[in-house]
T-cell receptor, first 112, second 112 residues
Framework: DAKTTQPPSMDCAEGRAANLPCNHS???????VYWYRQIHSQGPQYIIH???NNETNEMASLIITEDRKSSTLILPHATLRDTAVYYC?????????????FGTGTRLQVTL | SQTIHQWPATLVQPVGSPLSLECTVE??????LYWYRQAAGRGLQLLFY??????ISSEVPQNLSASRPQDRQFILSSKKLLLSDSGFYLC???????????FGPGTRLTVL
């Protein structure tokens, strides 16, 4: 799986958009960008994934640059409950029983 | 919709005692199932995965074992716990042919 680089921590005011960047300059053509988050003492939660087009669901939006070397996860209106560690993962969507490898992620702190 | 359950939520066990953690998935059939361990402040380590009843693959040598007696049940066991077995144990499932894994709430194990 391609390596990803994320800032170790970010702050965001409640109600504002949280924009979490991820660099994946060695991504290959068949690799998807996945985002998970882990709230303290809970299991990781799937957020969104995409290949090259921007994606949006009820939780977040994923913006992938045209060269696919970086992406941004956007939480449009952050709440205190969005405080968590956010993981960006790049891997092929092969459907195989392969493991997920989480890096250190970005610790997002949402404040009042 | 699919749900994944783990129990117990927390467990404190003495060194040398046995272990049995259970994971069940509802709302899907023939999922791939995974056991991960997350040590404090560390990433996820895949321990076992299963593509079907009675089919277990081990990722790392250890004193733990896994079993899948039913399609949607995955059990993690040990005959004698070590101090190093302490951690946050996560079960995950994945629909075959897709690549998104969904995690359970986890079991926090402390071995004293």
């Amino acid at each position: 799986d391609a390596k990803t680089t994320q800032p170790p921590s970010m702050d965001c005011a409640e109600g504002r958009a949280a924009n979490l960047p991820c660099n994946h300059s060695t991504i290959s053509g068949n690799e998807y960008v996945y985002w998970y988050r882990q709230i303290h003492s809970q299991g990781p939660q799937y957020i969104i994934h995409g290949l090259k087009n921007n994606e949006t669901n009820e939780m977040a939006s994923l913006i992938i640059t045209e060269d696919r070397k970086s992406s941004t996860l956007i939480l449009p209106h952050a709440t205190l409950r969005d405080t968590a560690v956010y993981y960006c993962i790049v891997r092929p969507n092969t459907g195989t029983a392969s493991k997920l490898t989480f890096g250190t992620g970005t610790r997002l702190q949402v404040t009042l | 919709s699919q749900t994944i359950h783990q129990w117990p939520a927390t467990l404190v066990q003495p060194v040398g005692s046995p272990l049995s953690l259970e994971c069940t998935v509802e709302g899907t059939s023939n999922p791939n199932l995974y056991w991960y361990r997350q040590a404090a402040g560390r990433g996820l380590q895949l321990l076992f995965y299963s593509v079907g009843i009675g089919q277990i693959s081990s990722e790392v040598p250890q004193n733990l074992s896994a079993s899948r007696p039913q399609d949607r049940q995955f059990i993690l066991s040990s005959k004698k716990l070590l101090l190093s077995d302490s951690g946050f144990y996560l079960c995950a499932w994945r629909l075959q042919g897709t690549d998104t894994q969904y995690f359970g709430p986890g079991t926090r194990l402390t071995v004293l």
